[in-house]
T-cell receptor, first 115, second 114 residues
Framework: DQQVKQNSPSLSVQEGRISILNCDYTNSMFDYFLWYKKYPAEGPTFLISISSIKDKNEDGRFTVFLNKSAKHLSLHIVPSQPGDSAVYFCAASANGGTSYGKLTFGQGTILTVHP | DGGITQSPKYLFRKEGQNVTLSCEQNLNHDAMYWYRQDPGQGLRLIYYSQIVNDFQKGDIAEGYSVSREKKESFPLTVTSAQKNPTAFYLC?????????????FGNGTRLTVT
């Protein structure tokens, strides 16, 4: 039972354009959502998060949007850079984020940004 | 620099042998976690520990064991009972208290069992 789904295994974008990575979830108890970025042979690094009381959070080139009614969130990267090429994982947490490490991860989306 | 150290980076074992993966952190975090990553799948939680001398099973604990004798260390033993042990194993830590404290991951250990 995949509670967090990233239905696009890969995404290819031209440098300077917008990258949009999508994530859907089924568990209505999830109330905190995160995006992690992972390079090959390294551990994931935290990118950006959003609480369910918000519908948007922005940090530089990265913006996460949350649509609670659709149980959908997306990560926008504008403008995309070649260094953004990595695997992006969506993750979700329940209990207000206090059980922080008990995250449910999506399968990941491989983003490739072409120069 | 504070961080999480996982060793070794690559590990090879014969089927039927137990193997222990090391994880050390100097971030003074209370909580530590072990995740497993398989191709085409997200990270899945094996075990976690919110405090020294206490740990809980995650979603896929069967065939694994852990200990938390020190705050800095959270070793994972992959036993011969684990049916599909070949995977990429990631250790993480967090303060476990505030939502503004993200998980910090190590660089992982790739275990191959033949």
């Amino acid at each position: 039972d995949q509670q967090v789904k990233q239905n696009s295994p890969s995404l290819s974008v031209q440098e300077g354009r917008i990258s949009i990575l999508n994530c859907d979830y089924t568990n209505s108890m999830f109330d905190y959502f995160l995006w992690y970025k992972k390079y090959p042979a390294e551990g994931p690094t935290f990118l950006i998060s959003i609480s369910s009381i918000k519908d948007k959070n922005e940090d530089g080139r990265f913006t996460v949007f949350l649509n609670k009614s659709a149980k959908h969130l997306s990560l926008h990267i504008v403008p995309s850079q070649p260094g953004d090429s990595a695997v992006y994982f969506c993750a979700a947490s329940a209990n207000g984020g206090t059980s922080y490490g008990k995250l449910t991860f999506g399968q990941g989306t491989i983003l490739t940004v072409h120069p | 620099d504070g961080g999480i150290t996982q060793s070794p980076k690559y590990l090879f074992r014969k089927e039927g042998q137990n193997v222990t993966l090391s994880c050390e952190q100097n971030l003074n975090h209370d909580a530590m976690y072990w995740y497993r990553q398989d191709p085409g799948q997200g990270l899945r939680l094996i075990y976690y520990s919110q405090i020294v001398n206490d740990f809980q099973k995650g979603d896929i604990a069967e065939g694994y064991s852990v200990s938390r004798e020190k705050k800095e260390s959270f070793p994972l033993t992959v036993t011969s009972a684990q049916k599909n042990p070949t995977a990429f194993y990631l250790c993480a830590s967090s303060s476990g208290i505030t939502v503004n404290s993200p998980l910090h991951f190590g660089n992982g250990t790739r275990l191959t069992v033949t």
